[in-house]
Every structure is written in structure tokens, then in C-alpha cells.
């Protein structure tokens, strides 16, 4: 089993790495070794010739637990948790992309602005009143999933943007009723045509109850990630930011690392 770090290695190496990088398991492998992976062959047959061979690496990374092949050097275990900071920061830019595609259909909001500044002019425009949800729809998502895997080159990414965006859709669909008890509808294949058109009568009000228990109960679950994987939302903005935050919710909590049932 992945066994974190020990309470000497941990020592040697806090300052040169966050606590969360500290927080990688690490896996002595004594009788098999790390295969090589299973699509290694058909790169070969597409003339693919020095892939690097994983069965006699020291050492490989995988997300947070690093496998030897050898117990570890701290040398060898300093290059690892580069590479696991590596992966972090990797991450990052994925993170964003996902985060802005589940908040960007409303950015035909903005139009609020110019409607709000000539509402007592001559030619009040009608940005907002016209076009609030034009952008919720179905060929904004797949433009948006588009530029994620242009950013990110990774299908993985783009798809989880592509859900984002639609778990927006479906937050409007049920939550999004106005103060005036307007019922928004999400006109999912404009600009190409109004049909399919979604609405639901039973949308509820903005600032009703169930979109404040939904708040506080998915606060809740990013507490309980930051605490226990090591990483709140801050991560977005700064790394150095991240650790402050996750290092005091887990003093406040009084979660102790390495301590987790399963770990
Ligand atoms: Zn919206």
C-alpha cells in the first residue's frame, strides 16, 4: 500500500515544497515492476522507437503517489515531488478553463450596462431585455469547448467544459425565476432556430431556499476538498495564496495529514 511520507522525510524536505506536495504517497514496488502501457505497442507500429521504458525507471509519478522501483533517496524522492508540483501546475490552467466555462453563457448579461446607462435617453438600448440568455445555447457551448481544448489540448478538459457549461443551463432552468416571477427560458439551439427551447414551470425564485441550502452544502464539499486533497479554489489565482488558505482551514479544523482512514 501507498504509505505518505515519513515524519524525518517530511522534515528534510519542508521549504523546498508546499505542505500539499508533501502530502504525495509513496509506493515501493519489491517483487513486480511498472509496465510499460498498454498503447505502447501500436506507437511503435506508427514508428514511435524511443519511448521512454517505464519497467526500468527508478521512479514514476502517477497524480499524487510516486511508484519506485527502489526504496527512496531523498534525492530521488526530491525529483519526484518536482514532478508532482509539475502536475499541479499543469492542472491549473484545466481548472480555469472548466471554472470559466460554468459561469461565461452569462456574459449576454453584460448587455445590463448599456441598457441600465440609456434608459432615459432618446434610444434606450435593449441589450440586456433582448439578448440576456442568447448566449445559452448549444452552439456558444461547443465554441467555448472548442477554445478549452485550443488552450489545453486536452479532450478530457474540453468535455468537462462542455458539462460545466451545461450544469449552468440546467442551474438556470431550475433556480433562476425573477424577482418579478419571470420564468427565464434557455433557448438551447438559437441563433439557429427557437424550437427547443427549454422552460420549466416550476423554476424557483433566485434568492429562494433551495439554491441557499445548494450554496451552503457545495461550500461545504469545497471545504472538505481543500482540507483533505489540499486544494480550494484559491489555487486558480496563486499557488503561494492556496497553501496559505488550505493550511489554515486544517488548523482550524484540526486536520492532521497522513492521518486519513485509507491512506
Ligand atoms: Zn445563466
Not at 504525495?24 to 507500429?45: S, W
Not at 445548494?214 to 486533497?229: E, P, S
Not at 479554489?233 to 492532521?256: N, T
Request: glycine content about 6%; hydrophobic content about 50%.
Amino acid at each position: 500500500m501507498a504509505v505518505p511520507l515519513s515524519p524525518e522525510q517530511r522534515a528534510s524536505l519542508d521549504g523546498f515544497f508546499l505542505p500539499q506536495v508533501l502530502d504525495t504517497r509513496l509506493l515501493v514496488l519489491a517483487e513486480t515492476r511498472v509496465e510499460n502501457p498498454a498503447f505502447y505497442p501500436l506507437l511503435r507500429q506508427m514508428g514511435f522507437t524511443n519511448l521512454p521504458n517505464f519497467t526500468t525507471m527508478a521512479a514514476v509519478t502517477f497524480g499524487d503517489v510516486v511508484v519506485s522501483h527502489q526504496p527512496f533517496s531523498d534525492g530521488l524522492l526530491f525529483h519526484e515531488l518536482v514532478h508532482v508540483e509539475q502536475y499541479r501546475r499543469l492542472n491549473r490552467r484545466g481548472m480555469a478553463a472548466v471554472t470559466v466555462a460554468a459561469v461565461i453563457p452569462d456574459i449576454d448579461g453584460i448587455g445590463i450596462v448599456a441598457e441600465v446607462l440609456t434608459r432615459h435617453s432618446s434610444h434606450p438600448l435593449l441589450w440586456f431585455s433582448e439578448y440576456h440568455h442568447a448566449l445559452h445555447s448549444l452552439a456558444f457551448a461547443v465554441v467555448v469547448a472548442i477554445l478549452t481544448f485550443t488552450l489545453t489540448r486536452s479532450w478530457l478538459t474540453a468535455g468537462l467544459a462542455f458539462i460545466a457549461f451545461h450544469l449552468h443551463l440546467l442551474e438556470d432552468l431550475v433556480g433562476s425565476r425573477g424577482p418579478d416571477g419571470f420564468i427565464w427560458p434557455v433557448p438551447y439551439l438559437q441563433p439557429f432556430t427557437s424550437q427547443l427551447t427549454w422552460s420549466w414551470g416550476g423554476q424557483w425564485q433566485l434568492n429562494a431556499w433551495p439554491n441557499l441550502a445548494l450554496t451552503l452544502f457545495l461550500l461545504a464539499i469545497t471545504i472538505w476538498i481543500a482540507v483533505v486533497r489540499g486544494v480550494s479554489p484559491v489555487f486558480l489565482f496563486s499557488v503561494k495564496a492556496d497553501a496559505v488558505v488550505v493550511e489554515a482551514l486544517r488548523r482550524r479544523l484540526g486536520y492532521r495529514v497522513g492521518r486519513l482512514p485509507g491512506a
